[in-house]
């Protein structure tokens, strides 16, 4: 029963993160003014690395780049529209004047995506100049590589799961082999170091969610490690953990005691005229608490993208490959760091959920 829990709760998580993903109002790059001789940008390199786009981008540039094309979902006022983003590719290349910024990139039928491949805009043409069309509204739904991620991680866990359970429903309790022998400890980590100690007898009813979570997070972060597959916790995609948050949030509301909240609304041993400034505060906590679970996952991984882009791109900054005996060891050293604080945030973020859950649904009875 908890193994068809938990898998409702991976699917649960995946498609609310996919039909949030786009919502989120992503940073504009800025137009790279055509020269001669066009000079490295690392800052544009590391946003280009950590922001979403509909594609997924192997190597080269330009018309030589090897990339992988990912379906483009639109819905607008004329319907629903299907096409990959290759075909942008093949479109008329342009500039647009975006939020005061001039923006370039490529076009296709009434449609302008920037160079760097992450946002749609609908456009209209005026004799080859094109303006933003302000009448029309775009929701897209499109797979880009941060959903693409999402759902290899979705996979992937499901796979895990189902095999582990389809052993157990087999052979019973007996000692686990394979990949079972090296799930069962990290299960009992989540059991007895993260829901006992926060949840007690009560931690039976929420495993489910916690292993959803635990091994979500840590599965993306261990994705994101490998070249080309984007990690869901970038930067293009905070809404992946705005969505965590709000189920921790929405599980901590729908099971929270009478206790937890005349903890809030009449604090134990505070005098009343304290009342009006500590109740506002202890009800802003509620929300402020799950603001810091998504805040700190999102921050620590994609700090660790970046750094290891700028260790890089020192090599290209001083266009000596000297630099390399210093910039490699530094990469190195920070990718294996990365290994453990991909374990640590999905540690961390389960940790603080079980511990949100603990308190709402505590009795008062102390």
Not at 294 to 322: M, P
Not at 326 to 343: G, R
């Amino acid at each position: 029963m908890q193994r068809k829990t938990t898998i409702k709760l991976a699917i649960a998580l995946v498609m609310s993160t996919l039909f949030t993903a786009n919502f989120y109002a992503q940073s504009e790059p800025t137009e790279h003014p055509e020269q001669t001789e066009e000079k490295y940008d690392p800052v544009a390199t590391a946003l280009g690395h950590a922001l979403d786009s509909h594609e997924i981008h192997f190597l080269g540039e330009g018309e030589s780049a090897v990339h992988l094309p990912l379906p483009v979902i639109l819905y607008t006022d004329n319907g629903l529209e299907f096409f990959m983003s290759s075909e942008f590719h093949h479109g008329e290349h342009a500039h647009i004047e975006r939020d005061g910024k001039k923006v370039d990139g490529y076009v296709y039928k009434n449609y302008f995506i920037d160079h760097h491949m992450t946002k749609i805009s609908p456009v209209i043409d005026s004799h080859g100049h094109y303006t933003i069309d302000e009448e029309v509204s775009i929701t897209d739904f499109s797979i880009t590589k941060n959903v693409f991620a999402l759902f290899i991680t979705a996979f992937l866990l499901l796979f895990v799961f189902m095999k582990v359970g389809k052993f157990y429903k087999k052979n019973g309790a007996v000692a686990p082999k394979g990949l079972t022998s090296w799930m069962e400890p990290l299960i009992l980590f989540v059991r007895d170091d993260i829901a006992e100690p926060n949840l007690g007898d009560k931690k039976t009813k929420f495993m489910p969610y916690l292993l959803t979570v635990f091994f979500f997070i840590w599965f993306g972060n261990l994705l994101g490690l490998i070249p080309f597959i984007s990690n869901p916790n970038l930067t293009g995609n905070i809404s992946f953990t705005i969505v965590l948050a709000l189920f921790t949030l929405i599980v901590q509301m729908l099971f929270s005691k009478k206790g937890f909240w005349k903890h809030i609304f009449s604090p134990p041993g505070v005098p009343v005229a304290l009342y009006p400034i500590l109740i506002p505060i202890e009800f802003a906590g509620i929300f402020i608490k799950p603001a810091a679970l998504l805040i700190r996952l999102f921050a620590n991984i994609t700090a660790g993208h970046i750094i290891v882009v700028s260790l890089v791109g020192i090599i290209f900054v001083k266009g000596s490959l000297a630099w390399s005996g210093l910039s490699v060891p530094m990469t190195l050293f920070i990718s294996c760091l990365e290994l453990l604080v991909a374990f640590l945030q999905a540690y961390i973020f389960t940790m603080l959920s079980a511990l949100f859950i603990g308190t709402a649904i505590d009795d008062g009875h102390h």
